[in-house]
């Protein structure tokens, strides 16, 4: 498979199966089980495993694509796309052959669990624990927010480290261990289908095995492989998010009109400048997204700064787009057929997903002043 079949794949799924089924995904709060069973059955959840173990062979770039495209039709199945390629892209570093070739196979779908209720949104301290016990390692711990909670079939976890100096440890601990528990279910105000749940595990045993890395190097982990992940990928949600506001409303507006007038509201120059500033937004967007997956390829010296600033940016973009596509299509927009408050409602959740804007302000602000993040 190479990125322009992944795609026309992908674009064909969506037209089949993601945006007809996303409006009852967001209307009941489902997981979007149909939508990751065509992923799995195309091929698409081993699109970043090597092809030596069954996968496509793809990188960042193309996950990036992907989910991106998948977020114009279903912000949920967006996020449970890009949270197991976040997990996956781990498990390709450091997982063994036989789960790296579950996961190319689609036998895995993967998902991290870093937050935690005692240290928020700062996902590099983890509070939960690991302590060895002859050839186990028992867990406890209380995650705040684990995307695909009761659906994923292992987690990409951290803890603090079993024996090791250091801020945290990273371990693939399987759904099915004796005492991990969800926390009942989402019910949110967007990406409602991405069965993201607290979880709990007390006195959970798993194979000391099952450590991926080095026991303490978790942060390594999280901010070489992890981080460039996941903020690229939550920042192709918002993109899609946005285009899928540009043409919703775009759309409305060239369709509804004055009939005493005998115009439409795309016949307004202010509706018209207003969806002229969505669509700047989004571009500027769209090419700094771009820009890190460029400066990633590349081992660019700026690249870790655009992946500080790229989720910020698309997570706030999307806020100002989104909000946007609501007031040009004004009362009609308060209706879900319209299709442009979905978008709304899911993204809202980028700016709180750790890292938070406000947290990315912050990392960004040391960085240009040339202090340490941490």
Not at 11 to 35: Q, T
Not at 128 to 152: C, I
Not at 254 to 270: F, I, Y
Request: glycine share 10%; net charge neutral; aromatic share 6%.
């Amino acid at each position: 498979m190479n990125l322009d079949t992944a795609l026309s794949t992908v674009d064909r799924l969506v037209a089949d199966v993601v945006a007809p089924a996303a409006p009852e995904v967001d209307r009941l709060g489902a997981f979007p089980a149909a939508s990751m069973a065509a992923l799995r059955e195309a091929g698409l959840f081993g699109l970043i495993s090597a092809t030596e173990v069954g996968g496509a062979g793809l990188g960042l770039r193309a996950a990036a694509q992907v989910v991106e495209r998948l977020a114009r039709a279903c912000g949920s199945t967006a996020m449970v796309t890009c949270m197991h390629y976040s997990g996956a892209a781990v498990l390709e570093k450091l997982g063994s052959t036989a789960v790296r070739r579950d996961v190319a196979a689609g036998r895995h779908l993967s998902t991290l669990a870093f937050s935690e209720a005692g240290s928020r949104s700062h996902f590099w301290a983890p509070l939960s624990t690991a302590r060895r016990s002859g050839d186990q390692v028992v867990l406890d711990a209380r995650k705040s927010w684990v995307t695909s909670a009761s659906r994923a079939t292992a987690y990409v976890w951290s803890s603090r480290p079993a024996s090791a100096e250091g801020f945290s440890s990273i371990w693939l601990v399987p759904a099915d261990a004796q005492g991990l528990a969800v926390q009942g279910a989402f019910d949110g105000l967007g990406l409602r289908g991405n069965d993201s749940s607290p979880m709990s595990a007390e006195g959970v045993s798993i194979p000391a095995a099952n450590l991926l890395g080095e026991d303490g190097k978790g942060f390594d982990v999280m901010m070489g492989v992890v981080l460039p992940t996941f903020a690229t990928l939550n920042a192709a949600c918002s993109v899609g998010l946005m285009e899928a506001s540009v043409t919703g409303a775009a759309g409305w507006c060239g369709r509804v009109r004055h009939e005493h007038l005998g115009t439409s509201l795309a016949d307004l120059p202010t509706i018209r400048a207003y969806l002229a500033r969505m669509k700047l937004r989004a571009d500027a967007t769209r090419l700094l997204w771009m820009d890190t997956i460029d400066a990633l390829e590349a081992g660019r010296a700026d690249a870790m700064l655009r992946v500080l600033e790229v989720k910020a940016a698309a997570g706030e973009a999307a806020l100002e787009v989104t909000s946007t596509g609501m007031r040009v299509c004004g009362g009609a927009a308060y209706r879900r057929e319209v299709g442009v408050e979905r978008a709304f409602r899911d993204a809202q959740a980028a700016s709180v997903m750790a890292p938070t804007t406000d947290q990315l302000y912050d990392f960004i602000g040391k960085a240009v002043c040339g202090l340490p993040l941490f």
